[in-house]
């Protein structure tokens, strides 16, 4: 099966501007997750979707952070404006029904605020 | 708080020799605790997860790990390092099967 599709690899923007990055998960997973690694860290999570719905985003910084999963399978995560300490690894994790013990995990988008 | 943490952030062995990466939560009540790898530019693979049924949990590649209760413990293990071993491991625990928390990781260095 195909694993965790995530979109772009790597952006370098500008801090201020807006950037997004697109996540398909595995397919039947319906279980998302989104995670910020930090270099040298572990990921840490962001926000977890059941289907359509964020049932935990209270790591999610509300004020610049964004997040969706129309229709319960591809997910975006939006920041704007994007700041420095925004430079990060985004990772997009999912995981089928009833075995959310096991997350299978994208590539990541590795972010580089200048 | 609830935590995870890995002792070493870079361990180096040599080709052949046992790898041995160290875990521990802080917890009076078990968690599911998981080893995560993760090589240079992709994401987290699952080696291995411990969810209350054998202490000694067999993985991928040849790792095992070993829930000890009493050490609040579960290091990761190889016989036998491999130069392809080379990589960030991760420590990952989970009370309700819902949040995870992970380690800081490890690096580990295979030398020929």
């Known amino acids: 099966e195909a694993g965790v599709v995530q979109s772009p690899r790597y952006k370098i923007i500008e801090k201020k501007q807006p950037v997004a990055f697109w996540c398909n998960p595995i397919?039947?997973?319906?279980?998302l997750y989104w995670y910020r690694q930090n270099l040298g860290q572990g990921p840490e999570l962001l926000i977890r979707?059941?289907?359509?719905?964020?049932?935990?985003d209270s790591q999610l910084p509300k004020d610049r952070f964004s997040a969706e999963r129309l229709k319960g399978v591809d997910s975006t995560l939006k920041i704007q404006p994007a700041e420095l300490g925004d430079s990060a690894v985004y990772l997009c994790?999912?995981?089928?029904?009833?075995?959310?013990?096991?997350?299978?995990f994208g590539p990541g988008t590795r972010l580089t605020v200048l | 708080a609830q935590s995870v943490t890995q002792l070493g952030s870079h361990v180096s062995v040599s080709e052949g020799a046992l790898v041995l990466l160290r875990c521990n939560y802080s917890?009076?009540?078990?968690?599911?605790l998981f080893w995560y790898v993760q090589y240079p530019n992709q994401g987290l693979q699952l080696l291995l997860k411990?969810?209350?049924?054998?202490?000694l949990v067999k993985g991928i590649n040849g790792f095992e790990a070993e829930f000890k209760k009493s050490e609040t413990s579960f290091h990761l293990t190889k016989p036998s390092a491999h130069m392809s071993d080379a990589a960030e491991y991760f420590c990952?625990?989970?009370?309700?099967?819902?949040?995870?928390?992970f380690g800081t990781g490890t690096s580990l260095t295979v030398i020929p």
């Open positions: 979707y059941e289907n359509e719905e964020a049932v935990d």
């Open positions: 411990y969810t209350s049924a054998a202490t």
């Open positions: 397919s039947g997973h319906n279980t």
């Open positions: 990952a625990v989970s009370w309700d099967g819902n949040q995870f928390y």
């Open positions: 917890s009076s009540v078990p968690p599911y």
């Open positions: 994790a999912s995981s089928r029904p009833g075995f959310t013990d096991t997350q299978y």
